[in-house]
């Protein structure tokens, strides 16, 4: 089974600007994603950006780069005109890889590709992580799904999903005990064919509400074929301090 990975990465962060560029352990941020990319054993890695400065800078250690549009409302547009250019096969798994995840295991990335491979009526795959902190159970930011006994995503919600009726309705905080929540993670497999699909959908009303973009494909009745994850990612990097934290996690002893 072979797959294609392609990183989006834009310039444009409404709080941490330029991010991809980070030196983190003396490598930027986007060359740290790049190299766990192509561990992955992907048969081939590009980066998808809008901007000239990503762009000089990638070709410093790859030729895969592809400039794409600057209008694009989320990674999954930029993916879809990434593989258009690169006219890849209709039939090719792409893995979305987030360009602010220098701490996404390898493992991780062979598997959601290996996932959608191996269940033929989703053209789409993601991963989650059981979570364990009751305060991420009830943090909006923190994406929780749940999956059907055939491996298939049910939801997605910044709510607490199942919502344990019997306990948060009296103002407990810890759902009963057996209730299992899972993190979202944002990492994607989609077959290429999908992807021309997907961005001629407008957006529906729950995606609008609950600023999910993967919603869109339940909406429309399509599979979207979702699993725990084999290795738990580090953080990702949406601030300063999440910058600080990777980079001492990277190894980075001048963080500290």
Known sequence: MSFVVIIPARYASSRLPGKPLLMLAG????QHVYENAVSSGASAVYIATDDTRIEEHARDFTDNVIMTRDDHACGTDRLAEAAEKLALDPDTIIVNLQGDEPLMPAENIRQVADLLDT???ANMATLCI???DIDEIHNPHVVKTLFDKNGYAMYFS???IPYDRDAFTTGEREPAVGHEYYRHLGIYAYRCRFLKTYVQWPSCLIEQRESLEQLR???HGERIALTEASATPGPGIDTEDDAKTVSKLLG???KE
């Open 27 to 30: 490598k930027s941020m986007i």
């Open 119 to 121: 269940h033929e009526s």
């Open 130 to 132: 059981r979570i364990h």
């Open 158 to 160: 910044r709510a607490p």
């Open 217 to 219: 494909v339940l909406w």
């Open 252 to 254: 980075d002893s001048s």
